[in-house]
Structures are given as C-alpha cells and as structure tokens.
C-alpha cells in the first residue's frame, strides 16, 4: 500500500525543499523501501519548458522527455531512480485535463467546479504516480497561503485521510544578529496557518543559517503542538548531500517509519557518507570554470541556472577523489575583458543555452580552450559553439554561426533540426523541442567509446538545432572527430578533437543522468583530464 510523506513549506519559498523530500526519500530507500516523488508546481504553466532560465534556473529534462521544475533532478539524485514526466503537477496540467473532459461531455452535464473537481483531477493525477510504490514523497510547491496552492493543499488534506501519511512542513527561522538568535515566530504564524486550512503538521523541518538550539526546539514544540523529538534541525550545509545524513542522526527515518507502524530496517548509508566526506574535505582540488550566458543576475548570481552540471561535477571528481571548486562565469564578461581570466582553471564546461546575448564570450573561450590545450566539454550549446569556433577560427568560414543567430543559412554551421521549421512557423514552442533520451553510436577507438566503455549509450536531449550535415566533412577535415552518430547516422551526437588532451562535446545533456555514486563518463573524462593536467 502507497503511504505518503507531504512536504510543504511555510514562511518563504526557496528554502530547499526539494532537498529536504529527497532527503527524506533517502532515508526510506536505504532502508529498501521503494520511493518516488512527486512536484507540485502552482503556476499555470502547462511545463516549465517556456520559463525563462534567469528566472526560473534550470529545467530539468526527463527521460520521457519532460520539461520539469529542477527539484525533480535532487529527487532522482538522491533516490537513483528516473522519475517520469508525470510526477510533476501544474495548475495549467490540472485545469487543461478537466476543462477537455467537460467539452466531451464526461461531467454528464453538471456544473464543473472547484471544489471537488479539481482536487479530484491533482489527487488521480497523485496516484497515478504513487501507484506500486511504498513511499510517494509529495512536495507541494511555493508557500502555505498562497492562493495558487489551496487547491492543492486542499487535495492532500483529503489524500491523508484517505491513506496513511505524513505532514512535513519545512520553515523558516530568521536569525537576529543584533539579538544573537534565531526566532520561531514566523515558524508558529506559518503553522497556525496550515492549521486553518485542516492540516495539522506531524513534522516541522527548521531551516536556518545555523543549527536550531533546545530552547527553540522547545518553544516550536509548545506553540505548535508538537512533539520536540519531531522538530528536526536542518541548518546551512556546504554540501546538500550531506541533508540525509544530518537527519538520520536525528533519527527521523525511524520517526517516520514508526509513524507509520513499520518495523525499523538495517540500513547503509556508508558509502554516502564517504562520498560527502570527500566532498566536503579532499585536498586535491580541481578548479572547474562553467560559462555561460546565464550567469549574471544584476548585482548577484545564479545559483541554480546550471544546477545538475554543477552537480555532474560533484559527482565525477569525488569519485576521483577530488573535491571541485566551481566558478560560473558569465560569458559577457568574457566578451567584454577578453579570455585573460581563464587562465586559472583546470578546465572548462561550455554550457547549454538559447540566443544571442552572451553567445561571442562561448565562442572566444571555447577557442582559448582549443588553443592553450585546456579540457573543455561542451554540453549541448557548449558543443555547438565549439563547431562554429572551429568553423570561424580553422576553417576560415566568415560570419560561421548558428541559423539561431539568424546568420545567413549558407553558413549556418548549425541549423535546424528538420522537424523544427514547421513548429516554428506556428510558433508552437511548447513542449516541441527534441527531448528526453536518445540513443547514439559511439565509434570504437574514440576517446568518448572509452570513456563510456560501449557503443550503444543514451543521454538525455534538448535542442532544436543540429549540427548542419552539409559541413561535417569540411570539420572533420579541421580536425573534428565525430565519435558517436544517432543510431540512422543522421545527428553527430558526439564530437572530439583529435590533438588535445581533453575537447569534447556532446548534443545530449549527461548531467541529468548523472548520480552521486555513478558519475557520468563525459564528466569524468574531464576532471581526470583536469586533474592530469595539474600533477
Ligand atoms: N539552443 C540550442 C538548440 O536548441 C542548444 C540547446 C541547449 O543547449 N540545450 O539546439
């Protein structure tokens, strides 16, 4: 039977949540019990495919080819297990469902309302993706009071009563340094609140800049209404994997699983906690460069716009046993003070992108990487950059670009996917990329074959463009070795050069199948030729 764990949150969004559900998940799997997950997301947006990076940071890609908020990678991280597109929830999803039903007439003619009827559409679609399962970790998007999630809260009070489960809300505690203390209030506001709506926490996961002290715990536990042993501290981590583990010595995969009248298992979650320890302690250190045009935010930096490449890094060097320090950089900057400051890198991640603005400060560090021999892997854009540089700088093709420059098509080095120009035309943009996960061919005696130790791989995609089959010889002729094709050999998937340590790119996107205890090859591949690099 299907038992669910709600995570929602109170106060302010943007605490990590979705690290305290797959954290939560963790805990549960280690202890082999089968887990999946499952994201809320209020907005209207049908997917987050549309949604603009600088805003809304990375969207994660499924296997199935979703577009998905990138809390879906962190559960798909933390629990190993691919999560299908299904698992994540949108207002615009629900609505489009129920509204198509009515028009065929499925609703018998009555009024079709809010209440029950969209509750009704988030709870089938909830056990739908729950279905088989243990666990199903429920993460109800943005804040509790928030108009947009009341029907969603709505849908899980009803779900709880309907099988066992557990309310888990994750809050804010602001800390006062003129006071030198963190206070609850907000906490106590942002529960009495859950309350109104007919929920009443079983948990409340404390978020803060440092651990939560026993007098806190136990003001939380009186104005709350509960237990103190279920108030469980999660302060700022420098490594998020490390979340399960600061949880399991509070003890909460044994809370849970007696909450819901389970015996407790033997569980090992050593070969984690040897992973974070390298993470977060190793001295040989790699620096990785990531540039991209989405880096800079005004005055601040995004965090979380290259969010599973960062983590693909991780997840590579510490099984080198190396710990990366990782810099974003904005390519703009690149393109305005020139490629000097490349200098202090190990190596180089071109990224994935869409667009002009930002797109010369790739091409100057690609070619920097090309020139001085620096490890550099091109993921998507980052590859497609690549080729126009080498269009541009060795085969001496004037203007090289991609036709989603709008460069003029006789040099479009990169150019549309065929089925791309009608989609286009109508500007249908949704959902209409090519995504999810393909197959390719890698050829044998490549530096890519090896690294993957096959000829058949799959990786993940998103792109509307390709590499322009009227230029491949001209490439390979400066040097460009396609080393894996799509299985027709109609897409070049994957490129190396031949006199370099390390230049390698890709079509596909392997950070999103990338798991802490099982890097990606590609990944791997750089940071040891980083690392070689140095000793
Ligand atoms: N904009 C490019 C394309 O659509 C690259 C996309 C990406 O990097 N994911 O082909």
Request: contains cysteine.
């Amino acid at each position: 039977m299907t038992r669910f764990i709600f995570v929602i949150g109170g106060v302010l969004s943007g605490l990590g949540k979705g690290v305290v559900s797959a954290s939560v998940g963790k805990l549960l799997k280690a202890r082999g019990f089968s887990v999946t997950a499952v994201k809320i997301d209020p907005y209207i947006n049908i997917d987050a495919g549309t949604l603009r990076p600088t805003e809304h940071g990375e969207v994660w890609v499924t296997e199935d080819g979703g577009e998905i908020d990138q809390d879906l990678g962190n559960y798909e991280r933390f629990l190993d297990i691919n999560i299908p597109k299904q698992n994540n929830i949108t207002t615009g999803q629900v609505y489009k469902a129920v509204i198509e039903r009515e028009r065929r007439l499925e609703y018998d003619g009555r009024d079709v309302e809010v209440i029950p009827d969209i509750p009704n559409e988030i709870k089938a679609r909830i056990l739908a993706a729950a279905k088989d399962f243990d666990f199903c970790i429920v993460e109800v998007g943005g804040t509790t009071g928030d108009i947009e999630n009341l029907v969603f809260l709505h849908a899980i009070r009803e779900l709880g009563r309907e099988y066992p489960a557990v309310y888990l809300m994750v809050t804010y505690l602001p800390f006062l340094r003129n006071v030198g203390e963190l206070k609850t209030k907000p906490t106590q506001h942002a529960v009495a609140r859950l309350r109104e709506l007919g929920i009443m926490p079983d948990f409340v996961i404390t978020r803060a800049e440092i651990p939560v002290d026993g007098p806190r715990k136990w003001i939380i536990s009186q104005r709350c209404f509960i237990d103190r042993e279920r108030v469980i501290d999660d302060p700022d981590v420098s490594c998020i994997y490390e979340v399960p583990l600061l949880f399991e010595k509070q003890g909460l995969g044994k809370k849970l699983i007696e909450h819901f009248g389970l015996e407790d298992k033997p569980f090992d979650l050593s070969e984690w906690s040897k992973f974070v320890e390298v993470l977060k302690s190793s001295e040989r250190i790699v620096k990785v460069g990531i540039i991209g045009k989405y880096v800079a935010s005004g005055a601040s930096e995004h965090a979380d716009v290259y969010i599973s490449i960062l983590e693909a890094v991780k997840h590579a060097a510490a099984s080198l046993g190396a710990r990366p320090l990782i810099k974003q950089i904005p390519s703009q900057i690149i393109e305005r003070d020139g490629t000097a400051s490349l200098a202090e890198f190990d190596c180089i991640i071109g990224t994935p992108g869409f667009g002009k603005d930002g797109t010369e400060g790739m091409i100057l560090t690609a070619k920097y990487c090309r020139e001085n021999k620096l490890p550099y892997l091109g993921i998507c854009y980052g590859m497609q950059i690549a080729l126009i540089e080498i269009a541009r700088n060795v085969l001496g093709i004037e203007g090289a670009n991609s036709i989603e420059m709008h460069c003029d098509p006789s040099v479009a080095i990169i150019d549309f996917l065929e089925e791309q120009r009608a989609y286009m035309k109508q500007l249908n943009y949704g959902g209409t990329m090519r995504l999810g996960a393909y197959p390719a061919k890698l050829k044998s005696g490549t530096k890519i074959h090896e690294l993957y130790g096959s000829e058949d791989v799959s990786e993940r995609h998103r792109h509307r463009y390709e590499v322009n089959p009227r230029f491949i010889s001209e490439l390979e002729k400066a040097g460009v070795f396609f080393s894996g094709v799509s299985p027709d050999r109609v897409l070049m998937e994957f490129m190396e050069l031949k006199d370099h340590p390390y230049f390698v790119g890709t079509q596909g996107h392997p950070e999103f199948k990338s798991r802490p205890l099982r890097p990606r090859p590609l990944f791997v591949g750089l940071i040891k030729a980083a690392i070689a690099r140095k000793d």
